[in-house]
């Protein structure tokens, strides 16, 4: 069956550390990769996509993930995060034959210490 | 501009009621979906209509559970004989197209079957 997994479930970092949350996929065929952020008290945006191209994504706010097909995987990065990086991070994918069909990963919580 | 609307934004009922979520997309666009989010777990897709095609119900989690798009454009969940599992944030997005068009998120609306 197909699947979103994202392995953390809750990241806490300082004010400017890297970040990197992991997504990993299972679909053998030709996907679209989407990462979402839901701030708190706020629906859910889209941050980046993926759909063909440069593997390497940039987003919204400073946001970038890289799609590496051999390993399935998309995960989102930020070089230095902020307070008001505080969030739900969701990854989902949409296999291409199926434009209706999006599939969620659990989601990661993001907690920036100021 | 006016994003996606879903009402009502909370819901309490007792156990074996029929309730009705609303949603309303963004104008023109012509996707719309409906996820749930149960605690601890990932967006779960439930149903996605697109023009006046025959809605992609394959999300729907038993026969309880039904959706409507009046002409094209306003939306309602409706379950029937709710049970306490039922108990989620039901989430609207809507889209432009089919083709992969990034989601428009409404706020939700937190269902709790007592």
């Known amino acids: 069956a197909q699947s979103v997994s994202q392995h953390n479930h809750h990241v806490i970092l300082s004010e400017a550390a890297s970040l990197e949350l992991g997504c990993n996929y299972s679909y053998g065929g030709t996907v679209n990769l989407f990462w979402y952020v839901q701030y708190p008290g706020q629906h859910l945006q889209l941050l980046l996509k993926?759909?063909?191209?440069?593997?390497l994504v940039k987003g919204i706010k400073g946001f970038e993930a890289e799609f590496i097909k051999s390993k399935f995987s998309f995960n989102l990065r930020k070089p230095s995060v902020q307070w008001s990086d505080t969030a739900e991070y969701f990854c989902?994918?949409?296999?291409?034959?199926?434009?209706?069909?999006?599939?969620f990963g659990s989601g990661t919580r993001l907690s920036i210490r100021p | 501009g006016a994003g996606v609307s879903q009402s009502p934004s909370n819901k309490v009922t007792e156990k074996g009621k029929d309730v009705e979520l609303r949603c309303d997309p963004i104008s023109g666009h012509t996707a719309l979906y409906w996820y749930r989010q149960s605690l601890g777990q990932g967006l779960e897709f439930l149903i996605y209509?697109?023009?006046?095609?025959?809605?992609?119900k394959s999300g729907l989690p038993s026969d309880r559970f039904s959706a409507e798009r009046t002409g094209g454009s306003v939306s309602t969940l409706t379950i029937q004989r709710t049970q306490q599992e039922d108990s989620a944030v039901y989430l609207c997005?809507?889209?432009?197209?089919?083709?992969?068009?990034?989601?428009?998120f409404g706020d939700g609306t937190r269902l709790s079957i007592l």
């Open positions: 993926y759909f063909s191209g440069d593997p």
């Open positions: 989902a994918v949409t296999p291409y034959s199926s434009a209706s069909k999006i599939i």
């Open positions: 209509f697109q023009g006046n095609s025959a809605p992609d």
């Open positions: 997005a809507s889209s432009q197209d089919s083709s992969n068009q990034p989601q428009h």
